[in-house]
């Protein structure tokens, strides 16, 4: 895509000879000779860069720059001056330039200075929509009372110091609270650690969590921070507080009681400030009866207990929750919005979800990726969750030929390469070992856009 370059200078032989340069590599321009005519002439949608004068019939162009950062703060200017003092170039900056050229201009600093400007305003969009989608990945989305309680437990949780304990079926969006309660936490710049206590090895986790000093055993060649160490000042996630062995939760125990830790191998103990949130899908009671849970380590994790409804108990969210993955989805993968209909949605709704919302999350990035179509109807969901259990299953449907059951695998395969590629089709066209003009075609005939 050619960048559209607004050039405002008030000496026509500059307007015409820098628009011709400018053309011949390949940029597009637009013109301005005054304050009045640039304000009048910019549009933040059509103008990726502006090109400012200083000095202009009825001002200074400084006050088109002031003017230009507040009704599009993301475009970048670049200003010349024939007049070019350092001061002005402060100002130009302090102002909000991108960058500042002098006259007589050079055609070959102007094109490195437009190229850098140009990239820079890229760089910074593509950062904030990575930003904007990590934020909307760690939001707990639902409106129904349920999840409106959550919220609201967390938001009175995370200005105390006080611990969590947030229990609740696998995939209701424990670690999210665990986040949030972080995130509204006067801890949110300090470090979030999580540990999973379910995946090390038992032998490991008292080092994880607590680090060891060089030697303390075999294979320590160095001193090692833990866990405690890492999270000091901010949260020490525990996941899958149940499946922690008794000895280590004796360790915890004493590590929450004193608030100091002890490395192994190590002989001196070291203060830590840390708040821990821990997690669980079991039940805890039930552990503590049978002696697989110690209970005064309950009680002092348990403090303030955030309980995860389980997606059947708020299925009103399915709405929200549904449109929020499949734009998700759409976005990371490139793909223009799809929309769900009504009909999709209650067939959804309808759905037991035993996995809960992360189950949830899944179908909706099969469903976007199998469906070719912009709308994502009743009949695809209940493809998916009739015959799910397999992949041919979920391609099976009653009434359809043979060639459209063919024809719906061929999409579903080639969508899938593509987004593995990253839209790339001759990257994709050579994994699947077709000719590029092969792929295209076939693409063409599958309605396949790219
Ligand atoms: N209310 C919600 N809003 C938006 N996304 C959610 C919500 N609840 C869960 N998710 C998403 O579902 C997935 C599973 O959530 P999470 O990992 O927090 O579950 P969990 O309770 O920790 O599960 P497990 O016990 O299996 O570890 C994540 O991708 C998460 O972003
Ligand atoms: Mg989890």
New binding site residues.
């Given amino acids: 895509m050619s960048a559209t370059i607004l050039i405002v200078d008030d000496e026509k032989n500059i307007r015409v000879s820098l628009a011709r340069s400018l053309s011949i590599e390949g940029y597009r321009c637009d013109d301005a000779d005054s304050v009045a005519s640039a304000l009048a002439r910019f549009e933040p949608q059509s103008h990726d860069l502006v090109m400012l004068d200083v000095q202009l019939p009825d001002g200074s162009g400084l006050d088109v720059l002031a003017e230009l950062k507040g009704r599009a703060p993301e475009t970048p200017v670049v200003v010349m001056s024939g007049h070019g003092t350092i001061e002005m170039a402060k100002e130009a900056i302090r102002l909000g330039a991108h960058d500042f050229i002098e006259k007589p201009l050079s055609i070959d600093k102007i094109l490195i200075t437009l190229h850098n400007a140009l990239e820079f305003a890229n760089q910074r969009r593509e950062l904030e929509t990575l930003r904007a989608l990590a934020r909307s990945?760690?939001?707990?989305?639902?409106r129904s009372r349920v999840?409106s309680e959550v919220r609201e437990r967390i938001s009175l949780a995370a200005p105390s110091r006080g611990r969590v304990l947030?229990t609740?079926?696998?995939?209701?969006?424990?670690?999210?609270?665990?986040r949030a309660v972080h995130e509204e936490s006067d801890r949110a710049d300090k470090p979030f650690v999580k540990l999973n206590c379910a995946a090390i090895p038992s032998e490991l986790i008292e080092s994880e969590l607590f680090g060891h000093e060089r030697g303390a055993f075999t294979g320590a060649h160095q001193a090692r921070k833990g866990k405690f160490e890492l999270a000091h000042g901010g949260t020490l996630f525990l996941?899958?507080i149940g499946d922690m062995r008794l000895d280590v939760q004796a360790k915890l125990l004493r590590a929450l009681q004193e608030g100091e830790i002890e490395r192994v191998g190590g002989a001196r103990p070291i203060r830590v400030d840390v708040r821990v949130v821990a997690?669980t899908?079991k039940d805890l009671e039930a552990a503590i009866e049978a002696g697989e849970f110690r209970e005064d380590l309950y009680y002092r994790l348990n403090v303030i207990p955030i309980d995860?409804p389980p997606l059947r108990a708020h299925k009103e969210?399915v709405p929200e929750?549904v449109a929020?993955?499949v734009a998700r989805v759409c976005e990371e993968n490139g793909m223009k919005r799809k929309d769900v209909t009504s009909e999709a949605l209650e067939a959804l709704a309808r759905h037991d979800w035993p996995g809960?919302?992360?189950e949830?999350?899944n179908a909706c990035e099969r469903l976007v990726i199998l469906t070719p179509a912009t709308v994502i109807d009743g009949a695809a969901v209940r493809r998916l969750l009739g015959e799910g259990k397999t992949v041919a299953g979920a391609l099976y449907r009653p009434g359809a030929s043979m060639r459209d059951l063919v024809a719906d695998a061929e999409r579903a395969i080639i969508l899938a390469a593509l987004n593995a590629h990253g839209g790339h089709v001759t990257q994709t066209a050579a994994a699947l070992q077709l000719e590029r003009s092969h792929l295209y075609k076939k693409m063409r005939a599958l309605g396949i856009r790219d």
């Fill in positions: 990945g760690s939001e707990l989305v639902g999840m947030i609740g079926e696998s995939g209701t969006g424990k670690e999210l609270i665990a996941d899958e997690a899908n995860a969210d929750l929020s993955f809960n919302v992360r949830l999350r």
